[in-house]
């Protein structure tokens, strides 16, 4: 199981003048086991906050973070099974593909015959197996991409959330990675949480969009419904209904 929640969530953090600012305003999110679900919405409305309380490197303020119905509030993230990519890929640009990918298997202690196989078995996974000696330096935009996934991958979390993981990249490499990791999503039964400002991508790579506005959802509906039946006008000029 791998169904994670977000319930009633808020967030405040301190401002420059000693008191604080809220920038959640009491979010609920359902991403069901196995599904694509992209947050949505422009830059500030809360997208990245969201993520960092699902994962763990952020704590909520209020509500309740769930997975598949437990509470996980006060479990840390590295607890959670829970995988993060990130916009950036941070890969180590002096570690070698493989070193890259199994990196946090050495900072949990797994011994080293295990975290080559599991290093390589992610490798497989996402198609670098033959660049497994490259530096970062020496692959492609879309290979790096790939890496920064295996190394998702390599913890066995069935739950994957990804931040803008494509802003980075060209136009035609952008669709041909949607492709790829909607392909990968399915074959491989992840649960996937996806940030993207691009109405585009969310309309296309999605099962579930939840459309954020301002530290609130405004909508959370299949594609199609969005888009025939969206809540309200901001709602329906954003990812551009007709009117
Ligand atoms: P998005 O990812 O949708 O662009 P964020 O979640 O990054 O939005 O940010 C939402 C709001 O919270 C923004 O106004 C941002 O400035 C603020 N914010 C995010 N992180 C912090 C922080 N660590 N301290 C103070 N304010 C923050
Ligand atoms: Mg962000």
């Given at each position: ?5 977000l319930?009633g969530v ?14 959640l305003h009491g979010v609920d999110i ?16 809360g997208?990245?906050?969201s ?12 509500g ?151 530290g609130s959802v ?26």
């Open positions: 199981m791998s169904e994670v929640q319930r808020t967030k405040s953090f301190p401002d420059s003048h000693g008191g604080r600012t809220d920038v359902v991403a069901p086991e196995g599904q694509f679900v992209v947050l949505l919405g422009p830059s500030g409305c997208k990245s906050t993520l960092r309380i699902i994962a763990g490197l952020e704590s909520a303020t209020g309740d973070v769930l997975i598949d119905g437990q509470r996980v509030n006060d479990v840390p993230a590295a607890k959670r099974r829970i995988a993060m990519v990130f916009q950036n890929y941070a890969l180590y640009p002096h570690l070698s593909v493989l070193e890259n990918i199994v990196f946090g298997l050495r900072v949990r202690k797994v011994p080293k015959r295990q975290r080559q196989e599991r290093g390589l078995e992610a490798a497989r996974k996402v198609g670098l197996d033959p660049y497994l000696d490259r530096k970062p330096s020496q692959l492609s935009g879309g290979q790096r991409q790939r890496a920064a996934l295996a190394r998702a991958l390599v913890s066995d979390s069935k739950v994957v959330l990804m931040d803008e993981p494509l802003s980075n990249l060209d136009a035609k490499l952008r669709h041909q990675m949607r492709i790829e990791l909607r392909n990968l999503q399915r074959d491989l039964g992840l649960t996937v949480i996806y940030v993207t400002h691009d109405q585009v991508e969310a309309m296309t790579m999605a099962d579930h969009v939840v459309v954020m506005r301002e405004a909508q959370a509906a299949a594609p199609i419904d969005l888009y025939t039946e969206p809540a309200d006008t901001e709602v329906a000029s954003f990812i551009g209904s007709p009117p």
